[in-house]
């Protein structure tokens, strides 16, 4: 169902009015994880001032560590909805397990699957089944053929709003968190008709690593970016080393407007 045999235009997939696809470019970004309304609210209007079109933002974060930061929860998604209200930004978010799926639709424009979860197979089909438009990361040590049936499984249950997302997989190189697989993008776009981006963010690990990547994701021909930011990064619960300031966001912002008329 997600292959070009099957579809052979490239598809594009509405968030909120939002359109994720061939001929746009669409900038997602937020805080890794939502920590406060206040936080929320600043770091989606550094994205909102960046050209970003749907807000980013975990209320459910699933940790290596058990003892790490784990997400506010419903509180999370009810912050989320209430940014969505004051800047008309649609909201992506997390869900991690099929139980809760539901809930998080209730408030969510796009259900994000994350790399840890790529091959849960029970959620993916949650997921499917929730009306929804699906974020599907790649899983880390996942093959591109294993993330394509992940995919698979989504669409199985009439569910093709599905956007592809790159960001990084494990490798032996540990300067980098994950090793960006940008070959994956244009692969992925030859094999699927499905939508293609990049997160720059969770796969350099770092800041200064984001706007390189971020260029490199454009040049292969991705269909946008997933990219973090928080107002206060030293304060994060979560991820602060690869989360964007308000500088760098207006390089962000000059990047995408630079490179999307080429593409
Ligand atoms: C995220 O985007 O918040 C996240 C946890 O990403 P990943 O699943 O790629 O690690």
Redesign the pocket.
Known sequence: LVSREHHPARSVVRVGGVPIGPDTLSVIAGP?AVESAEQTLAAARMAQAAGAALLRG?AY??RTSPYAYQGLGETGLRILADVRAETGLPVVT?VIDPGSVELVASYADML?V???NMQNFALLQAVGSAGKPVLL?RGFGATIDEWLMAAEYIAQRGNLDIVLCE?GIRTFETRTRNTLDISAVPVAQRLSHLPVIV?PS?SGGRRELVLPLMRAALAVGADGVMIDVHPAPETARCDGDQALLEADMREIASTATILSPLM
């Open positions: 890794c975990g974060k699933p997390e994000q994350g790399t840890r990361k960001r997160d969770h």
